[in-house]
Every structure is written in C-alpha cells, then in structure tokens.
C-alpha cells in the first residue's frame, strides 16, 4: 500500500502541499483530483523522491521508499519525455533494464507492450519520428514495461483521442486487477468516475476529499435534480429552500440540492408550474462533489 | 540492481546512441583526415631537390658548377634525394646567355670560370643560400684547390675543410634525446588533453542539458539516482573519447610508418603512464563540472555560458602548460602544478623535463585527486538539484540547497 502521510512543501511564497495525505491499496485504482495549481503533481513527484518534502513522508508497505522498492514503481510524468533519437524498442527496453530486469526479459517485455499498443511495426523508428499520440503510447509503455507494483501517473488522458482513451481506460483497470496500486490525476471527471473507485481531491496543497466513490456520493450532504417540463424552459427551483445551485441548459434546470431536501416537495412545485416531462433525483456526480469541494 | 550496473546500464547507451550518432562520427572521421594531412603535407612539399640551371660561357665552368653541387649536398643524409642539382647550359655567345638570363631561364651565366653574370644584386631580402652563393664558394674552393695542390692536398680534402664545422661545439646541457623526445610528447599531450576537455566536456554538458530539456530525466531520476546518471554519462562519453583518441593516434603512428620524412619519437613506458595518469585526472575534474553546469540550464542554446568557468579554466591550463615548455622551473610552473585546474596540462610537462621534485608531484597528485572528490560531491549534488528544476537557468545555489549531499 502506497500511504502519502502529511507532505508539505512549500516553493518561496507558494504553498504548493500542505498536509497532503492519502493512501492508495493494491488492487485499486486511485484518481487524484484537484483544480490546476492544487499540488497533484508536487505529490506525484514526492513518490519518486524528485521533489523532497519540508516535512511528511511516503511510505510503500509500511517503510520509507527505497532505491530498490522506487524501481518497483511505474511513472508517466506529466511532462512527457524520452530520448527523442533512440528506436522505441530499445528505448522501453532499456527503461526496464534501468529498472532491474535483465536484456531478455526487457526485451521480451517491450515488444508484448509495443505489441498491445499497436507499434510494433515502429519498433526500430526513432521516437521523434512517432506522432504525439503514438509518443503518449510508448511514455506508457516505458511506465508498465517492467510490471510495476504501482503505477503512478499524472494526466494520462490528456491529449488521447477516444479510441486510445478506451485503450488506456482497460489497462489501467487490469492493471489493478492484476493486483497492482493504480493512481492517476485527471481533469476528465467523467473517466475518472466510469474507471475509479477511490477518489481523493486536493485543493490548496490538502486532500479535502477522499474515499471510495460510490460511499462519498451516498454520503454526501448533496443531491442532484433534473427537472423538464412540457411547456419549456421554466424556473422551478430558485426559490424554494435547501437548493444549493441551480442552472439551466436548454429546458433542462438542473440543481444541487441539500440531501435533506424533501423531494417531494420538489417534484409538486415541478407540477404545480406545468406538465413534468423528465424528473430525476440521484446522488450528485463525481463533478458535483468536485464543485462542492473546492469550491 | 547494483549501483554499478545502473552507472553501467547508462554508460552503454550513451556508447552505443553516441557512437552511432553523426557528429561523433563526423569528428572521427575529420580528426583522422587531420593528422593524416599534418603528417603526409609537410612531406609532400618540404622534401624536393632544388634545381638550379646555369649558363656557361666559355671554358672551365663545369669544375666550378660540379663543386659547387656537392657544397649544396654536403649537409645531406646517404641515400635520400640530394638538395640541390645545378644543371650547367652551354651558350656561344654573351648576347644569348643573357637573353636566356633576362628572360630566366637560367639564374646565373658563369664566364670562364672568373666571371659571373646576375640579372641584378641581391637587395636587402634577397637569398643566401641560392647557386651565387653556392658557385662563389665553389670558385674559392677550387682556387684555393691550386693553393693547397702545390702542397700536396686533394680536392676533396678541400672541400671537406671548408664545409665542416672547424671549430667544436660544446653546449652547456648535454642534449638528451629522451627528454627531447619527452617534450615533444608533452606538447602533443597538452594539445591532446585541451582539444579532449573542451570536445568531449562539450559533449557531456549539451548531453546533460539535452536530458533535462525533453524532460527524460524526470523518468530515469525516478529509477536511479542522479549522480548514477551523472557517472554513468561521464564514463561512457569519456570511454567514446579514448576510442577516439587511441583510434587518432594509431591513425597517426600508421601515417607517421607508411609516409613521413621524420621518425616517431621514443617514449618511455613511464613517461606514457604519467601521461596517461595526467590526462584521465584532468578529464575527469572538468567532465564532472561540465556535468553539473549542464544541469543549470534548461535549453541547449544556454549550455556554452554555463560552461563559461570551464571554458576559462581550460584555456588559462593550456597558455600555463606553453608557459611552462619554455620555463619548467618558473613561477607559472610553480604555481600551475598546485591548482588543480591547471595541474593536469602543467605537471607532465615539468615531469617530462624533469623539473618537477617528489614532494611537488605528490602534492599535485594529492590536491587534484582530493578536488576531483569534492568536485564529484559538489557536481552530483548541483546536479540533482539542477536537473529537475525547470526554467532556462537555475541559480547554483538554488540547485545546491534543493539536494541532498
């Protein structure tokens, strides 16, 4: 198990971690949330020691991160990097004998990895010749080739059209199917919430929410309505009580409600205005608990 | 996995992504052809017989034209090409040898063997050593011949007085062919060693640099650590400068075999060493802190000012080790062989001329092995502090305070 336990780092007068703590468990997969500025990826670097903390530590297993157990760790940096005249074979085998296995073994490793991603006819091509996304593709490959214990990386999504979001999306998940811990920042919400079911949200250098996705938004002191009359757009909710925000998109309002709300009075007003189309009333979205939080 | 074999795993790449690379193919193949032009040109043009045409007008030129062709070869080693021919061209009439004279065909009309006929006097920058010369002595021989005849002498006789050098030479330092060949090898190893400081730490700085801008290095610092990546760099760029080097010198020696006019001077197995010993050590200091300056800045473009100390140092080591050729016993020496910086292109050179006592050399051993150490420290710790700052220059001090030790 991954436990980040109180970082704090602080750039001159820029707080970039304050407090910072969570934990990610093999077998899961972690998305780590948080407005731009938040300390994500301060956080993701302290993991691989490239940032060094002013105070709280993080510990794999129960013990500080060694030389050896750091090998053993799967990163994809936020800013993409490989040697950009180096073949993309020997360039992931390579990164997998730097982190520990032999020439066979790396080798073999690269070539089922550049396989799965639908390169190995780039095989012997310099990187610098690859497209970006191809370029994103070989970075994860470089990050899985030696079959870390946990992965770690930072806006893997960003920047892939969807066909290879979906190919990313499966094998993260059976990565922590696998048995590996999975942890990944994004601002794409909505993947985050179909692949996760741990979140933790950062704001201002703390974790301000963290847990299992489905928990938190049953336990959140918020719901979620949409309401859509027949007749049209029309102001239902504004001015009832318990209703946090409210917004309108074409003839539907939606609104993030109190959970103590009564739903029922909701729903009469609806019908008292007009002839309800369209009513729903769930837990809030992963965006929704994401407002709330850092808002 | 071993610390050595990260430092070996990084070496490789370095050997076999570099090796293959244009520009250090590019730089053998140009260093080759280089050495090969040095040693091959200077033969080609600097060894040709001299060739004189002579008009003779009337009798007894010839003895004079023959005598004054062995004066221009008596400094001659046996069986090479000889220095000067003089080749004698018969005229009838005064009116024709000067004409051919006027129109250079020939360079001098001997008449009768007493008089001689020039285009004009030789001004203030004109030659000495041209056929007037040579055919002036060689009539003063010959007169002199008829001198020393009536007493009983031969011609040759003559000529070997005249040309040998009469009175003994006796020089204040016996010459010594070691230490001759000793300070050739000095000055070549000095030029070896700047040319090796400023091309292969060039590399190592643009190389570190080229790391940090694309980024990479924030997944190899991931896995192993940054001095690991540091050494690593260091070993294999200084193990393609070896091959480099010992590949320009068999070049050389080859040429030097196949073509060369001159011979390849003995060295002694010690002498070697102590280069050898001099050259890694002063490699290695610079390598180092080209290694860390490189970590300073973020663009390639920034890399040369940061490698501005380096750059300074290596050149004032370079002027210091001229200095030293002429005095190995002067101040500069003196004070060259305790500053690291410099000791590596200075102390051969005293040790080659034998200028440089024990303890002095053991104390520049010293000194520069301990700055060597310190420097490996400091540069690992700029270095790691450097690397994974962005922005297109880190402070020196940013960097340091940001590692570890």
């Known amino acids: 198990m991954l436990k980040i336990d109180s970082l704090a780092k602080r750039y001159g007068d820029v707080v970039a971690l304050d407090g910072c703590s969570f934990e990610v468990e093999r077998g899961r997969m972690l998305g780590f949330l948080g407005p731009n500025g938040a300390g994500k990826t301060t956080a993701m670097r302290a993991i691989f020691g490239l940032v060094r903390p002013d105070s709280g530590m993080v510990t794999w297993d129960g013990s500080a991160i060694s030389d050896e157990s750091r090998r053993r760790f799967g990163y994809m940096p936020e800013q993409r990097g490989l040697y950009p005249r180096m073949k993309i074979a020997e360039q992931v085998t390579y990164m997998g004998r730097i982190h520990g296995m032999s020439a066979v073994e790396a080798r073999s490793a690269a070539d089922g990895w550049l396989d799965r991603l639908g390169l190995t006819e780039r095989s012997d091509d310099p990187l610098e010749t690859l497209s970006h996304g191809n370029q994103q593709r070989v970075q994860l490959a470089v990050a899985l080739v030696h079959d870390p214990e946990l992965l770690v990386l930072d806006e893997p999504f960003s920047g892939l059209d969807p066909i290879a979001a979906e190919t990313m999306s499966a094998i993260l998940t059976e990565q922590a199917e696998r048995g590996k811990a999975v942890v990944f920042s994004s601002h794409q919400l909505d993947v985050v919430e179909d692949l996760c079911e741990d979140v933790a949200i950062i704001n201002e250098g703390s974790i301000v929410v963290e847990g299992v996705v489905k928990e938190l938004k049953d336990a959140a002191p918020i719901r979620h309505v949409e309401i859509e009359l027949e007749e049209g757009a029309a102001d239902v909710l504004s001015d009832l009580d318990g209703i946090r925000h409210v917004s309108q998109k074409g003839d539907v309002q939606t609104a993030i409600i109190d959970a103590e709300t009564d739903v029922r009075v909701l729903l009469l007003k609806a019908q008292q205005t007009g002839a309800v189309r369209h009513f729903t009333y769930t837990t809030p979205s992963l965006t929704d608990l994401f407002r709330e939080a850092v808002k | 996995m071993s610390t050595l074999s990260s430092i070996g795993l990084v070496a490789k790449r370095e050997i076999k992504e570099r090796g293959k690379s244009k520009p250090f193919l590019i730089t053998s193949g140009l260093t080759a052809l280089f050495v090969i032009a040095l040693i091959v040109l200077p033969g080609l043009f600097g060894d040709e017989t001299d060739t004189f045409e002579v008009g003779s007008l009337g009798d007894g030129n010839t003895a004079v034209i023959e005598t004054a062709e062995i004066l221009g070869n008596t400094g001659d080693e046996a069986g090479t090409e000889p220095s000067v021919r003089i080749e004698e061209i018969t005229f009838d009439s005064r009116e024709a040898a000067e004409a051919a004279l006027a129109e250079g065909e020939v360079s001098v009309v001997l008449v009768d063997g007493t008089e001689m006929i020039i285009e004009r006097e030789e001004g203030v920058f004109g030659g000495g050593s041209g056929p007037v010369d040579l055919l002036q002595q060689a009539a003063g021989a010959i007169a002199l011949e008829q001198v020393i005849i009536e007493s009983g002498e031969s011609a040759e006789a003559v000529i070997d007085i005249i040309s040998s050098q009469t009175l003994e030479v006796t020089p204040l330092v016996e010459p010594d062919g070691d230490t001759d060949a000793a300070s050739a090898v000095s000055y070549f190893g000095l030029l070896l060693l700047y040319m090796a400081i400023i091309l292969y730490g060039t590399w190592i700085l643009t190389g570190v640099t080229e790391e940090k801008s694309n980024r990479v290095v924030e997944v190899m610092i991931s896995a192993i650590r940054p001095w690991q990546l540091l050494a690593g760099k260091i070993l294999g760029i200084g193990f393609l400068a070896v091959i480099q080097f010992t590949g320009t010198i068999a070049i050389a020696l080859v040429t030097v075999r196949l073509f060369a006019t001159f011979d390849i001077p003995e060295i002694s197995a010690v002498a070697l060493i102590n280069l050898a010993i001099w050259f890694l050590l002063g ?36 002027f210091a080790g001229f200095a030293v050729l002429g005095d190995p016993d002067g101040v500069v020496a003196v004070i060259s062989t305790f500053v690291p910086f410099t000791a590596p292109f200075t102390v051969p050179i005293r040790v080659s001329l034998q200028a440089i006592s024990a303890w002095e050399y053991a104390l520049a051993v010293a000194i520069t092995v301990v700055t060597i150490y310190l420097a490996i420290r400091a540069a690992g710790r700029i270095y790691a502090g450097g690397i994974l700052k962005s922005g297109s220059r880190t402070k020196l001090r940013e960097a340091w305070r940001s590692a570890d030790g």
């Open chain 2, 283 to 318: 490699f290695l200091l610079y390598a180092v802190l080209f290694g860390a300056a490189g970590s300073l800045v973020g663009r390639v473009e920034d890399a040369q000012s940061a490698a501005m100390p380096m750059t300074i140092f290596s050149i004032i080591g370079f």
